[in-house]
């Protein structure tokens, strides 16, 4: 029996593997996820608003008013707080917490807000016993923590975030750790077999790489958990599955390019070295930032600088960027002969924006403002032209915002514009016709704009629901196979039923981000978990759309399994941050 035969059994091995990981994960997410929805939407323990007689009667409720993270106070039935009064707006005043202290602004600036019988011109932070006046009715703050201490008392009723039962979670978090660990053996494994004799070193290579992988991610899991408390288990083994994906066939694909040469293991270094050092320096990076996160407001503090930097990446690559003759924008910067993408780190300072501006339900000027920065982000991202940023971006910015403020016009103006940029994108860039004309054409012919997405459909097509084995696939046949077309390479490969898989995996990690969103005690947190999970899920369903001729490609990778270095960092840190987020509710702020 040869390798490719040995492939071909083991592939029902694999995909039954990959299935089982992502049946566990998936069930457990859900319900995880629908537990938290109906335990976790509580107030904040320890803060509240003290109303008197007439205003507890103008709001419906007793003498003590919850606060939640984000709090609105008006009329409207949408209200956290209603009053029932001629002098209250619709949407009066807004208290919320962000940085570890309580804020409180007006909705609009042409509503007046008082605290201690001053008019505030912008967002204060709020201190114990602070009288918050709101048209006629006026509340005071309360702090029970200072109220506690200033009484020399010890406070004891903190903030715990409802749990989700671990005797429920156990048993799926074990299955899918055995999966991915007997998938990371099998798979790793039959590399070693499709390197030839006498390629000692490459197999040296590819041997350590995958032991080494499987050492630093099982390390993880056990140990950050202890370091983070109740950190996301189901993220970090997320996060191992697909990186070891890509790293099977990414190796899978070099061996047939280097199969017939003499020096594999030196074309293995060469050709994988970006991405190689991308996993390393991610995983070295993830414990260290997701502690940061978890434990402090460093990125709440940056944020704002975020806005100069983001502009700032995408104007130098604007200039100094190459690439467009082969691949239609100018992407790639090259430093000391390796190129990167700034373009993709400016997705991590957009999303802190992002998470920053609407870290609550923030006013009419700054939307303004944030609509205006985010015009002339969008304006560089066509520039180059990366039509795959723009898409990826947009719909995360759409959710994002909808969520935080439920401005729902304000939203489809929004959609509108978005509507108009793209058609201003296929009047301009030659780039972006070739690839929509390609797309409209697809069923009718095959030309020069669509041969790639005949080819990958093709392969998918072959593939069947098992796949033919991992080797035992054509993709040499088809255009950019290890970058844009890897999710065509691996249905061929392992089937439609690991396809399908992958993109359940991705659905899993926003439920995770949405679940972190409805758990996390400050807007800030639930934001950019937010914005962290859609925009690896939006960015994922472009890729595996345009691949499968459901949209136009947009030159976009698939995360952490597509040839490029500086888009797996770029995944890896986003997953660090969201796993420190997952992390931040056992802290006492509340």
């Known amino acids: 029996m040869n390798v ?20 566990y994960l998936v069930s457990h997410a859900i319900s995880e996820l629908r537990w938290h929805m109906k335990n976790s939407v509580q107030p904040s323990k320890g803060y509240f608003l003290m109303a008197g007689e007439n205003e507890a009667a103008a709001s419906g409720a007793g003498m003590s008013l919850p ?12 209200c956290d707080i209603r009053l029932k009064s001629k002098l209250i707006a619709k949407r009066h005043a807004i208290i919320y917490f962000f940085d570890g202290f309580w804020f409180i602004r007006a909705a609009t600036p042409s509503i007046p807000v008082y605290v201690n019988h001053v008019e505030i011109l912008h967002a204060i932070p709020l201190e114990n016993r602070d009288i918050i006046g709101i048209g006629e009715a006026s509340f005071i703050f309360i702090s029970e923590r200072e109220t506690a201490a200033e009484a020399q008392l010890v406070y004891e009723n903190y903030y715990q975030i409802p749990q989700y039962p671990k005797e429920k979670a156990k048993p799926k978090l074990l299955g899918a750790y055995i999966c991915v660990n007997l998938f990371t053996l099998i798979g790793g494994g039959l590399m070693l077999f499709f390197i030839p004799s006498g390629q000692d070193k490459a197999r040296t290579i ?32 997320v996060l191992t599955q697909l990186t070891l994906l890509g790293m099977i066939f990414q190796v899978r694909l070099e061996l047939i390019s280097a199969a017939a040469s003499e020096s594999t293991a030196d074309t293995l270094i060469g050709n994988l070295y970006p991405q190689g050092m991308a996993i390393i320096a991610g995983f070295v990076l993830l414990p260290v930032i997701a502690v940061i996160v978890a434990n402090t407001h460093v990125l709440e503090h940056i944020s704002m600088a975020c806005a100069v930097i983001t502009p700032l990446l995408l104007i130098i690559t604007v200039l100094f960027g190459t690439g467009s003759e082969s691949n239609g924008a100018t992407l790639w910067i090259s430093v000391g002969g390796t190129s990167i993408q700034l373009t993709e780190f400016a997705k991590i300072t957009y999303l802190l924006v992002l998470a920053y501006f609407f870290k609550n339900r923030t006013t009419r000027k700054n939307q303004f403002i944030f609509a205006g920065w985010a015009a002339f982000v969008f304006l560089l991202i066509m520039m180059l032209p990366d039509l795959g940023s723009a898409m990826i971006l947009l719909p995360t910015t759409i959710l994002v915002y909808v969520v935080m403020t439920s401005e729902y016009l304000t939203t489809l103006l929004i959609l509108v514009s978005g509507s108009a940029a793209g058609t201003l994108a296929f009047a301009l860039f030659p780039h972006v016709r070739r690839r ?13 704009s669509n041969r790639q997405i005949v080819y990958g459909l093709q392969a998918v097509a072959r593939g069947g629901l098992f796949g033919r084995g991992i080797g035992n696939g054509s993709p040499e046949g088809i255009p950019l196979a290890s970058s844009d077309m890897v999710f065509s390479i691996i249905c061929e490969e392992l089937g439609l039923i690991t396809g399908l898989c992958i993109v359940a995996l991705f659905i899993v990690v926003w439920l995770r981000s949405a679940k972190t969103t409805i758990i996390s005690r400050d807007g800030y947190s639930s934001s950019l978990a937010l914005g962290i999970g859609t925009l690896t899920f939006v960015e994922a369903a472009i890729v595996i759309s345009g691949v499968t001729g459901l949209f136009p490609l947009t030159g976009a990778t698939l995360p952490l399994i597509a040839r490029g270095g500086s888009s797996v960092l770029t995944i890896i840190v986003l997953f660090a941050i969201l796993l420190g987020l997952t992390a931040r509710r056992e802290k006492e702020d509340f």
């Open 4 to 23: 490719f035969q040995l492939s071909y059994l083991l592939r029902y091995v694999l995909v039954v593997l990959f299935l089982l990981f992502v049946w």
């Open 67 to 78: 606060l939640y993270p984000t709090t609105c106070i008006g009329s409207a039935s949408s």
């Open 436 to 448: 929509i004309s390609g797309w409209t054409t697809l069923w009718t012919e095959v030309n020069d």
């Open 206 to 237: 590819v041997l350590y790489s995958f032991l080494i992988f499987l050492g630093v991610s099982n390390l993880y899991y056990f140990v950050l958990p202890l370091i983070l408390k109740n950190l996301d288990r189901v993220l970090l083994l």
